[in-house]
């Protein structure tokens, strides 16, 4: 069964041009290595600056499985030295009970 995933990634300082570009790649290879639907993925920017990215893995299995893939590895320790991966909660935009976002 597929899962949706909500990932808010805030960026450093300075980088979030850089952020925007590696969020827009992230979707193609994971879906080169057979890891999430072909279902668009959702970006959004929170009024903080937090990047949202709204995503399908294609199941469980896949979701985990990209955390022995090594080019997504690759990726996602980029995404870590440039940003700091936060809960959905953590933005003022999901207290309220319609959360809006600025789409990208």
């Not at 300082?13 to 969020?23: C, P, W």
Request: hydrophobic share 40%; aromatic share 8%; net charge negative.
């Amino acid at each position: 069964m597929s899962r949706i995933a909500i990932a808010c990634y805030r960026p450093n300082e300075g980088s979030e041009k850089e952020l925007i570009e590696l969020v827009r790649v992230h979707y193609p290879l994971l879906r080169s290595q057979d890891l999430v639907t072909d279902r668009e993925p959702t970006l959004m920017k929170a009024g903080d600056g937090t990047i949202l990215e709204v995503f399908e893995w294609i199941g469980v299995e896949e979701k985990d499985m990209a955390h022995s893939n090594k080019e997504v590895m690759a990726l996602w320790n980029r995404f870590d030295e440039i940003s700091e991966s936060v809960p959905l909660l953590d933005l003022a935009e999901a207290k309220h009970k319609y959360a809006n976002f600025q789409p990208l």
